[in-house]
């Protein structure tokens, strides 16, 4: 609870993963990597209940094994490749959370996404009187040096002229990490979307914990950082 609101996190972990099959419950250094975010959630000093929102048992029985809440596996309309998050958490608000004011937002694919970035997530909300946050970090790369390219491959007019500086003399640029997302619940439903408004705020975090894990690389990577800290 923060500033006398009811904080509830939800975690949409659907089993099925073309790029990296299973990736879910992939042991990262011996833990299941959803297993990452509900032990950061359950580490939060503000989140009340945590969720888990699945198609898959597998995944189901390692969240309750992990002290979080599973209330059912997720209708057959919310697990296809269709489904989008906005769907998954306005089913699960509209069923579990209606008792609740703040929900937080978790993708299992975060593992380096501690509670203490969750609890500052949430005191932005509070200190800006916001009615969502997401988190964000710096872009790699000047988004300004990268566009489509024709079938052809031809480079022409791949480069506008305002992107023709040296990084150093850009403005920083942030992109979203998918680490956190944070709405006020009543607002939430009655937008019925995820969008951003005046009312949305960025937490920044850094590169270095914003590792989003999707392909093989990304997850050998995270394997990699975790033992080089040992």
Not at 81 to 109: H, R, S
Not at 154 to 171: A, W
């Amino acid at each position: 609870m923060i500033n006398n609101m009811k904080v509830i996190a939800v975690i949409p972990a659907r089993g099925g993963s073309k790029r990296l099959p299973n990736k879910n419950v992939l042991p990262l250094q011996g833990m299941p990597l959803i297993a990452w975010t509900i032990e950061a959630a359950k580490k939060s000093k503000y989140i009340d209940d945590i969720l888990v929102s699945t198609d898959d048992a597998k995944i189901a029985n390692i969240a309750i094994s992990h002290s979080a809440k599973v209330p059912e596996l997720r209708p057959k309309e919310l697990s296809t490749d269709n489904a989008t998050t906005n769907d998954v958490i306005l089913y699960t608000l509209n069923k579990y959370g209606t008792d609740a004011d703040i929900v937080v937002i978790l993708q299992p694919t975060s593992p380096f996404r501690s509670h203490e970035h969750i609890d500052e997530s949430l005191e932005l909300l509070i200190d800006k009187s916001g009615t969502s946050v997401v988190s964000v970090t710096e872009c790699e790369h000047p988004p300004l040096w990268a566009n489509t390219l024709p079938d052809s491959g031809s480079m022409n007019n791949f480069l506008k002229r305002s992107s023709q500086f040296r990084s150093q003399d850009l403005q920083t640029f942030y992109r979203l990490n998918g680490a956190i997302y944070i709405y006020k619940i009543k607002e939430l439903l009655d937008e019925k979307s995820m969008s951003y408004t005046n009312g949305t705020y960025a937490y920044k975090m850094q590169q270095k914990h914003s590792i989003d894990i999707d392909t093989k690389i990304d997850f050998d990577w995270a394997e990699f950082l975790l033992s080089d800290k040992e």
